[in-house]
């Protein structure tokens, strides 16, 4: 053979033989393990998925309140977390206690597929369906508190902003459960615990660590943040406020509480109310210039200083020389509602004195998941300050003292009493506007209540001492006598402040087991969890409703005045008088809430 047929058959050869692969080139995803672990938190379980979605729909339920669809995609979105959470606990004890010792499973993949498939397609249908229905519902809770609906549309985009939540708070779950899978792996590596061991170990001190951060960092820096933040806001004055320069409010040239001390509040607390000329004006008769009094937490250094610059002041003022003293206890901010004041003064046309007290920079909210504590205390110091006071006046001549409180007002008066014997030996008469859930003598009360009552409406002891209503004409209260000094409560079936409580999550409450108030959909259902978001996004809307819903109660308040204190001669034609100047001055000192 020649050399060019060897090389002919080289050649061949060559060309014959099957050419080396080059290796694949890694993907993104393989060549950086951090992207993959990152892409790994997206997966998703198709057990979770529908119970994601179910948990989901029901958080489009009715609920007290007309919610956008901010307010609904954010509890949609911890609704579906919550769901998912759930699903993939139900599917894994399937797993583990059913199926894996199942011959047959896992399914073949021609069984599988179309079911992975399928379970997305028909959550996102049955999302969208839900939503054009509670679309509906929103429109119906509006229309019943003659407030402005939603459109089908506009709430469409509420999936959206769900998905996005219930995605971050599924990641962060799986980002904490890698962190506890690799302390354990760190344990059994270097101190030989066992897996078990070092799992359990390595859950506690995840727990741990995240217990330190939520409640020694965040809480504790966020809570001075928004502390430091709402102590600027005091500072300052609203527009329109000025230094009031008549004796009888404090702020006023010769008080001894300084006008700069007596915070954002304070301030707009004495510089408004209605004049004696006013009063005179609007009642037919000559008035008296209403006494204002009202200490800032600036006007003093503690709390006992405080109560002593009160006493000085009242005294100035000759406020135990009127008819009526009202002590209130503020919401956290010190805010005192102006309605609430200014119906006071008209009924009493001037022949009053109101007393209030900061206590805190925060609104009520805050104070209430803070530092709910601090509001008891606070009313009991202002309470009993001016009680005992009292007390060392002559009886013939001293006026009679009301307590007023809304709000976590409520809970700030509640702290000076024990019972309603204590209240019925102390005071002459309490009226208390939307009380929070968690105020213990409301909260016993609601629980003894007589048989049959609604807890919407309850009554105990037949109202002879104490009474709920929930809107002006509930106020009578029935037939029965109602002994002086009366208490009254008055509650919307829509106030999200009255009906919210952490046992929502668990527990039906009784009042979602009987027939809806007056402005409560028939249709809203309780479900585990997802009720207690529901309600909670209600409280960030309770004062964004019409008066007479939800926590606005408007000129209601003027009826329960009325009620508590019984003016001699006073007829419901004189209460519809002062309701339209009421309504006259609605905003002049300042907003309800």
């Known amino acids: 053979m020649t050399d060019s047929g060897v090389e002919r058959e080289g050649l061949t050869e060559l060309r014959e033989s099957p050419q080396p692969v080059p290796p694949a080139r890694p993907s993104f995803q393989q060549r950086h393990p951090f992207v993959v672990w990152a892409w790994s938190l997206l997966s998703l379980d198709f057990t979770g998925i529908a119970f994601g979605t179910l948990f989901f729909c029901w958080s489009l339920t009715p609920s007290l309140l007309p919610r956008d669809w901010l307010y609904q995609g954010l509890i949609g979105g911890i ?16 797993y583990e206690f059913g199926l894996a010792r199942r011959s047959w499973w896992p399914l073949s993949d021609r069984i599988i597929r179309p079911v992975k498939v399928a379970v997305p397609i028909l959550s996102l249908l049955a999302a969208i369906i839900m939503l054009v229905y509670s679309a509906g519902w929103q429109r119906e809770l509006s229309a019943l508190m003659n407030a402005e609906g939603t459109t089908t549309t506009g709430y469409i985009r509420t999936l959206g902003l769900s998905m996005l939540v219930a995605a971050a708070l599924i990641a962060v779950w799986r980002v904490l459960r890698d962190l506890v899978r690799w302390v354990a792996r760190q344990l059994n590596r270097w101190l030989k615990i066992p897996s078990p061991a070092a799992s359990a170990a390595g859950f506690a001190v995840v727990l741990v660590l995240v217990f330190m951060l939520v409640d020694g960092i965040l809480l504790r820096v966020g809570y001075d943040a928004v502390n430091s933040a709402f102590s600027l806001q005091n500072n300052e004055t609203r ?3 000025v230094q009031p320069l008549l004796p009888e409010k404090s702020g006023s040239p010769v008080s001894l509480a300084p006008w700069d001390t007596l915070g954002f509040e304070g301030r707009n607390f004495v510089s408004g109310g209605i004049s004696a000329a006013e009063l005179t004006a609007a009642n037919g008769e000559p008035a008296q210039e209403p006494i204002r009094v009202y200490a800032g937490l600036e006007t003093a250094q503690d709390t006992d200083a405080r109560m002593d ?14 008819k009526t003293l009202v002590i209130i206890p503020t919401t956290g901010t010190g805010w005192v509602n102006p309605t609430a004041a200014q119906a006071i003064e008209l009924v009493e046309n001037g022949d009053s004195a109101l007393v209030a007290a900061q206590y805190s920079y925060l609104p009520s909210w805050i104070s209430f998941l803070a530092d709910r504590s601090k509001a008891a205390a606070a009313g009991n110091a202002l309470i009993s300050a001016v009680h005992d006071r009292w007390l060392t006046k002559p009886e013939a001549t001293r006026p009679k003292l009301y307590v007023y409180g809304e709000s976590l007002g409520t809970q700030a008066g509640e702290g000076a009493f024990d019972g309603l014997a204590d209240i019925r030996e102390t005071v002459d008469g309490v009226l208390w506007v939307g009380p929070p859930n968690s105020n213990p003598l409301w909260r016993s009360l609601t629980d003894r209540r007589d048989p049959g009552t609604p807890e919407i409406q309850p009554v105990y002891a037949d109202g002879l001492i104490v009474r709920f209503a929930d809107d002006a004409a509930a106020i009578p209260g029935g037939p029965g006598p109602w002994l002086e000094p009366r208490v009254l409560y008055i509650q919307h079936p829509s106030d999200p402040v009255v009906w919210w409580s952490t046992d929502l999550i668990f527990r039906r409450p009784g009042w979602l087991s009987e027939p809806p108030g007056f402005d409560r959909l028939p ?16 409280l960030a809307n309770a004062a964004g409703v019409p008066d007479g819903h939800g926590h606005n109660y408007g000129t209601t308040i003027l009826d329960g005045w009325v009620a508590v204190t019984t003016p001699d001669g006073w007829t419901q034609a004189d209460t519809e008088r002062v309701r339209d100047v009421l309504e006259s001055l609605r905003g002049r000192d300042g907003p309800e809430k």
């Open 79 to 94: 609704s579906a977390a919550i769901g998912y959470a759930v699903g993939t606990a139900i599917g894994w004890l399937v």
């Open 239 to 241: 527009p329109g406020v």
């Open 309 to 322: 610059i009160v006493l000085d002041e009242l005294e100035r003022t000759g406020a135990f020389e009127r």
């Open 523 to 538: 249709s809203m259902r309780w479900f585990p969890f997802v009720t207690f978001w529901q309600v909670s996004a209600d």
